[in-house]
C-alpha cells in the first residue's frame, strides 16, 4: 500500500488461555480514520493497548512505518500517540507542568519543548488553561490535555480509547471536530461503541465480536446524503408515481407499508416533503431509515464471530 502507516498481522492475545483478541489484521495509509466499533468486551480496547506497544499480543504483527513494534519497539513507539481509556493525567499537575512532562518522557529536545507545547495547545483549545491545575479542570478539558499529550511529538499515528466517553454533548461535538481535525494529517485509530461518532469520524470501520472482525468496510456509502426513508403517502399514489419526483433517487413498495424511499444524494427530507404535499398528496410518515452503518452493525452482532462479511 502506498504511504502505508500501519500494518497489523493476525494479531491475537489470550487472558489465561481464553481469547481477548485473534486473527485481527489489516492496513491503514496516512490519513486514514479507523474507527473499532464492538460491544463491551469485544476486545477495543486489548487490540490499542497492544498497538501502542502497552501490551505484548500473543502471536501476530504490528509494523508501523516499516518498523516492526516487537522488535524494534522503541522506532516504532516514536511514531505512535496514544490517549487510553483512562488517560494518564496527573491530577497534580498544572497543564503546561504535564505536556513539558510528557515531551521529557519522550525525549524530546529541550528545545523543541516550548514550540511543541505552543502548537498542541492551539491545536487542542488550551491556550488559556496552561496554569491551570489538571484536577480542576472540567472532563472535557482533561481530555482534550489527553489529546494534547499524544499528539505532542507529532507522530504519524493516533490512537484513541473511546475519547469522548463520559463527555457532555457539547464537549463530544467540541472533541468530535477536534478528532476530525485531527484525521485531516495524522493516521487515526479509534475506539467507540457509538455508532453515531464512528459514522461522523471515520473513514473506515472495523467491528470486533469476542475478539475477532466480523466487519471491515469503508464508509464512503453510509454518508447522509442519499438516504432512506420510509415514506408513507395518502391516498396510495404507488411506487411508480413517487420515483418521477425530483427528489427521489428511487422508490420501493415497504413490505410494512408504504414505501422506502431514496432521496437523490444532497436532497435534504424537506424537498421531498414539498414536492409530495406539491402533487396534492397527504403526507403521514417520514422517517428516516437506519444508516448502513447500524444496519452491518445489527447484522455483524448476529453474526458468529469467524464468518467475516
Ligand atoms: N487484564 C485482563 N485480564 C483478564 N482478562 C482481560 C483483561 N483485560 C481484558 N480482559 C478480557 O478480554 C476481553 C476483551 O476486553 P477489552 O477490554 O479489550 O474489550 P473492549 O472492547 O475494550 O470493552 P469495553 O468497551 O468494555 O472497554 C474481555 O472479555 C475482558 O474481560
Redesign the pocket.
Known amino acids: 500500500m502506498m504511504d502505508e502507516v500501519i500494518r497489523v498481522e493476525q494479531l491475537a492475545r489470550d487472558?489465561?488461555g481464553?481469547p481477548?483478541?485473534a486473527d485481527v489484521s489489516f492496513a491503514l495509509a496516512r490519513g486514514v480514520v479507523l474507527g473499532l466499533l464492538?460491544?463491551?468486551?469485544?476486545?477495543?480496547?486489548?487490540?490499542l493497548?497492544i498497538l501502542s506497544g502497552n501490551l505484548a499480543p500473543s502471536a501476530g504483527r504490528v509494523t508501523i512505518l516499516g518498523q516492526d513494534l516487537l522488535r524494534a519497539p522503541l522506532a516504532a513507539r516514536r511514531h505512535i500517540g496514544y490517549l487510553p481509556?483512562r488517560p494518564p493525567l496527573h491530577l497534580d499537575m498544572r497543564v503546561d507542568e504535564y505536556l513539558t512532562y510528557c515531551a521529557r518522557l519522550r525525549r524530546m529536545p529541550r528545545a523543541a519543548v516550548a514550540p511543541a507545547l505552543a502548537r498542541v495547545k492551539r491545536r487542542c483549545g488550551l491556550e488559556g488553561v496552561g496554569g491551570r491545575l489538571l484536577g480542576r479542570l472540567s472532563k472535557g478539558y482533561r481530555q482534550r490535555t489527553g489529546l494534547a499529550q499524544a499528539i505532542l511529538h507529532e507522530p504519524a499515528l493516533v490512537l484513541l480509547?473511546?475519547p469522548t466517553d463520559g463527555l457532555d454533548p457539547v464537549q463530544i461535538r467540541e472533541v468530535r471536530d477536534l478528532i476530525r481535525d485531527l484525521g485531516a494529517n495524522h493516521t487515526l485509530v479509534l475506539?467507540s461503541?457509538q455508532l453515531p461518532e464512528v459514522q461522523a469520524v471515520c473513514d473506515q470501520v472495523l467491528i470486533?465480536k469476542q475478539?475477532r472482525v466480523v466487519h471491515a468496510g469503508r464508509l464512503g456509502d453510509t454518508a447522509p446524503d442519499g438516504r432512506w426513508y420510509r415514506v408513507g403517502v395518502a391516498p396510495d399514489p404507488g411506487g411508480s408515481a413517487l420515483e418521477p419526483l425530483p427528489a427521489v433517487a428511487c422508490a420501493e413498495l415497504d413490505p410494512a407499508g408504504g414505501y422506502r424511499v431514496r432521496l437523490q444524494t444532497g436532497v435534504e427530507p424537506a424537498e421531498l416533503v414539498r414536492q409530495i404535499v406539491g402533487a396534492g398528496w397527504g403526507l403521514h410518515e417520514l422517517t428516516p431509515e437506519r444508516t448502513d452503518l447500524e444496519q452491518v452493525f445489527l447484522a455483524s452482532m448476529g453474526r458468529e464471530a469467524g464468518d467475516q462479511a
Open positions: 487472558y489465561r481464553r481477548a483478541l464492538g460491544a463491551n468486551g469485544a476486545g477495543k480496547t486489548t487490540c493497548q481509556e480509547d473511546e475506539s461503541h470486533l475478539g
